[in-house]
């Protein structure tokens, strides 16, 4: 009995590990969004990308503490654009 028990729970691991191959690649993402939303949140995560880098620049002594001010001014108001641009 504990074999099969074992078995069952191996089968269904199997199962829940392998759902992402089984997935069709053509389905990601939502098939109907807009492809300007979707531009705009790939700006959106470069932007938010680009501002947790400045600010390592800034730690790491690469910037200087106004040079840092003023990209990240500039950088968190187009990402300000960028959320706006994305509400409903």
């Not at 099969?4 to 098939?31: H, K, N, Q, T, Y």
Request: net charge negative; no cysteine; glycine share 4%.
């Amino acid at each position: 009995m504990e074999i099969v028990i074992a078995l069952a729970l191996v089968v269904a691991l199997a199962w829940f590990v392998g759902a992402p191959l089984r997935r069709d690649p053509g389905s990601e993402g939502a098939p109907s969004e807009d492809p300007r939303t979707a531009e705009l949140e790939a700006r959106k995560e470069a932007l938010y990308r680009q501002i947790r880098d400045a600010e390592l620049d800034r730690e790491q002594g690469k910037l200087s503490e106004d040079d840092w001010r003023r990209h990240d001014a500039e950088l968190r108001a187009e990402a300000i654009a960028v959320l706006r641009q994305l509400e409903p």
